[in-house]
């Protein structure tokens, strides 16, 4: 058994997953909405800023936690973007399985 091989099968199941094909679709069509997209990545990039600041023992400012509420709730009445940002979830979810597997394969226990 080649393990490149293999890999390059779990990356071929991966891009037939229900999962991705969702994910990658709703992106699309987000894409081609500028200011919805601009929204989006927006919001993810103080999620982002938020939970590495989280994992850093930072205090979070309530006003920033008020910010990332409100863009969510913004963000959640467009259906479009509230069903690419579920197909993100879904997507996301596999993929957390995916690499725990990996990790208890090889001993390392949860890689999250």
Do not use: C, W
Not at 55 to 82: F, H, K, N, W
């Amino acid at each position: 058994m080649n393990v490149y091989d293999q890999a390059h099968n779990l990356a071929r199941a991966i891009k037939e997953s229900e999962e991705f094909k969702q994910y990658d679709y709703l992106k699309k069509v987000i894409d081609q909405n500028e200011e919805l997209a601009k929204m989006i990545k927006d919001f993810q990039a103080k999620q982002f800023e938020m939970q590495a600041k989280q994992m850093m023992g930072e205090e979070m400012a309530p006003d920033m936690m008020q910010t990332i509420q409100e863009l969510y709730q913004i963000i959640m009445t467009d259906p479009t973007a509230s069903q690419y940002m579920q197909a993100e979830m879904r997507f996301s979810l596999m993929m957390n399985d995916v690499y725990k597997i990996l990790g208890e394969v090889m001993g390392l226990g949860n890689m999250q």
